[in-house]
């Protein structure tokens, strides 16, 4: 699986951008997908999972802020992030978990793989 992050950029306190994600490799509608972030010196969060069937989690801190989406007919993650502050500046990453599976009469162990990354930067 491999995964291409953008949507990134410099916006100010209160705007609003969208993080894409796109898989390539694989079946992207049974991967788990996540947005990580880590900013400067600090350690890499999770920001939000939503699983194949669309189930979705977020850190306390981006609640009613961020969605998370996917588009399995696109391959294709979002992040829709509003109401951004400062304190959201940080490289985002996409994860995917791959679970495992058999094929031919082989048993592949599940798979965990991350994006590029992608710098969003909030000016107060």
């Known amino acids: 699986v491999q995964l291409q992050a953008s949507g990134g950029g410099l916006v100010q306190a209160g705007g609003s951008l969208r993080l894409s994600c796109t898989a390539s490799g694989g079946i992207f509608s049974d991967n788990t997908m996540s947005w990580y972030r880590q900013a400067p010196d600090k350690e890499r969060e999770l920001v939000a999972t939503?699983?194949?069937?669309?189930?979705?989690t977020y850190a306390d801190s981006v609640k009613g802020r961020f969605t998370i989406s996917r588009d399995n007919t696109g391959d294709t993650m979002y992040l829709q992030m509003n109401s951004l502050t400062p304190e959201d500046t940080a490289v985002y990453y996409c994860?995917?978990?791959?679970?495992?599976?058999?094929?031919?009469?082989?048993?592949?162990?599940?798979?965990?793989?991350w994006g590029q990354g992608t710098q969003v930067t909030v000016s107060s």
């Open positions: 994860n995917a978990e791959r679970p495992g599976f058999d094929y031919g009469g082989h048993y592949y162990p599940p798979g965990d793989y």
């Open positions: 939503i699983t194949p069937d669309s189930f979705t």
